[in-house]
């Protein structure tokens, strides 16, 4: 009889509860742009990556226009444009805070809908 309870736990331990579906916060399709020369090399840094250069921005018809699409959570983000190195605001951005450099950064607002 002794065998059938630990039969009985063993079968208690593994039994999973049934999974819950996680619901967060949609993700919402931003555009970022840039307005530049044409034939530069874009990416666009910012807390929505880790400020790691690696979102390239496209200029598709070659028009100094680049863009990038992000899919983000709402909320605040702050980011730069990297223009061929260089780190740039976002000029056609009015919203801006200052950072650790002494310099600023673009922000970001991500509305829920």
């Known amino acids: ?66 863009r990038c699409q992000l899919r983000l959570a709402p909320g605040e983000y702050q980011y730069k444009f990297v223009v061929d190195g260089n780190w740039c605001l976002d000029a056609a951005n009015p919203n801006f805070t200052p950072n650790e450099f002494g310099t600023l950064n673009s922000i970001l607002f991500v509305g829920e809908k």
């Not at 742009?33 to 250069?53: H, I």
């Open 1 to 66: 009889m002794s065998s059938k309870k630990t039969t009985v736990r063993a079968a208690a331990k593994s039994a999973k509860p049934a999974a819950e579906k996680k619901t967060g916060p949609a993700l919402r399709a931003v555009t970022l742009v840039y307005e530049g020369m044409p034939g530069r090399q874009v990416f666009a840094a910012g807390t929505f990556n880790g400020w790691k250069v690696d979102k390239l921005m496209k200029d598709k018809d070659n028009s100094g226009v680049y």
